[in-house]
């Protein structure tokens, strides 16, 4: 599979900077954050639009796509009761949708916990019904743009709408488009109290992404996090896409999680991979005496 990370770690870092830093550190791809670039994309003309595509591909560089979608600009939600809200969301959502297919990326993590949360007045019913709209109504532009939606469950710190991968996955199956699938969020897995490798077996046919990160918020590595199970599922269920990492402690520096959080993943998926050949050695061979 292939490894990116999250580039909000690296804050005020510009852009070309954080693309040679990955790329020596040796990932496959950056995620990109879309508040870290203007508070709005539509203040981000074709021509910065192309540089930050072509500086990713001078380093050799996959800009796997875009997440923290509705953080800016204010006022974006996307379940709001009052319509007004819900269309100015549903457009500022195909604007970031357009925006991700201009500097190259393919899939867009539909995370935004605060702005999708169920409202004190308002039924889980209702609030499901609208969330399901507001996707549907998007999902031509996505088709048009190459672009994949990826919804993720949330624990329920950040959310009270949409906390497991079986909640999100239903919503997934509901819509049934091939441009709207599931991300698997090691860490909000992991505080529902649920297996990610579990998860990743159950959900195969509509896992489109991963995030790596640990439960206690830091990256891969730092923490007590055990990621050869989850690896060995990804692979044992085919998964050849990308794994991203994302942070929410930055204390440690950017440069110093992406790249423990590299090495770990790496160790990860070389420890899975001498399990699945001792299991596959250990097989009883067909027509052997037993």
């Keep these: 599979m292939k490894f990116a990370f999250c580039n909000e770690m690296f804050q005020d870092v510009p852009l070309r900077r954080i693309f040679r830093t990955a790329a020596e550190i040796g990932y496959d791809g950056v995620e990109i954050a879309p508040f870290t670039v203007a508070r709005s994309v539509n203040e981000v003309g074709p021509d910065v639009r192309k540089a930050i595509r072509d500086d990713a591909a001078e380093y050799g560089l996959e800009i796997t796509g875009l997440h923290w979608l509705l953080l800016s600009p204010e006022g974006l939600y996307l379940n709001h009761p009052d319509d007004g809200i819900r269309y100015c969301t549903r457009l500022y959502l195909c604007d970031l949708i357009k925006f991700c297919g201009d500097i190259g990326g393919r899939v867009m993590v539909a995370g935004s916990p605060k702005q999708r949360d169920v409202l004190p007045d308002q039924t889980y019913e209702a609030t499901w019904d609208r969330t399901r709209q507001a996707y549907l109504e998007c999902l031509p ?30 919503m997934v199956r509901e819509i049934d488009h091939p441009h709207f699938r599931l991300i698997i969020d090691v860490r909000a897995t992991l505080c529902q109290g649920l297996d990610v ?27 007590d996090t055990d990621f050869v199970p989850i690896l060995r599922a990804l692979r044992e269920t085919g998964y050849d896409g990308y794994g991203s990492v994302e942070v929410f402690d930055y204390s440690h520096g950017a440069e110093h999680i992406a790249r423990k959080s590299l090495e770990t993943l790496k160790a990860a998926l070389s420890a899975a991979s001498a399990a699945d050949a001792a299991d596959t050695a250990d097989a009883p061979r067909e027509g052997a005496a037993g």
Aim: negative net charge; contains cysteine.
């Design 141 to 170: 532009t996505a088709e048009e743009n190459g672009v994949t939606l990826c919804l993720e469950p949330l624990d329920s710190a950040q959310t009270n709408f949409i906390n497991t991968p079986d909640e999100a996955a239903r």
């Design 197 to 223: 490798a579990a998860a990743i077996h159950e959900h195969r046919d509509i896992t489109a992404y991963i995030h790596f990160n640990d439960a206690s918020g830091n990256g891969p590595g730092f923490g």
